[in-house]
């Protein structure tokens, strides 16, 4: 059974800066697409960015140039690294997998959710 665990999150002041982690187990393929998705209280889950099965990275244009997402292949850990961050990036941040050999998978395509970890940026 796959399982994901988000760590990290905090509450920072705007301008700062955090790093999440997602540390995945069990038999998720090696090259499996993984995405961040974050959630508002009473809003829906909205897509962060994603790291496809051939390396690439995209990301929604509100956290484009300031958030990367890395992967330590060795340690199976994937990382958000925000930067700049603002009042509107506060969040419950989730990392997702999906399977491996997609081009490019979209929301439907993760079946593997983490718990989540909160993220507050004060003003």
């Known amino acids: 059974q796959v399982q994901l665990a988000e760590s990290g999150g905090a509450s920072v002041p705007t301008g700062g800066s955090l790093n999440l982690s997602c540390a995945a187990s069990?038999?998720?393929?090696?090259?499996?697409?993984m995405g961040w998705y974050r959630q508002v209280q009473r809003q829906g889950r909205f897509w962060v960015g994603s790291?496809?099965?051939?390396?690439?990275?995209r990301y929604d244009r509100a956290v484009k140039d300031r958030f990367a997402i890395v992967k330590d292949s060795a340690k199976n850990i994937l990382y958000l690294q925000m930067t700049n961050l603002k009042p509107e990036d506060s969040a419950t941040y989730y990392c997702a997998a999906g399977p491996g050999g997609r081009s490019q998978c979209v929301t439907p395509d993760y079946n593997y959710w983490g718990p989540g970890t909160q993220v507050t940026v004060s003003s």
């Open positions: 069990g038999p998720l393929d090696m090259n499996a697409c």
């Open positions: 790291l496809e099965s051939d390396g690439r990275t």
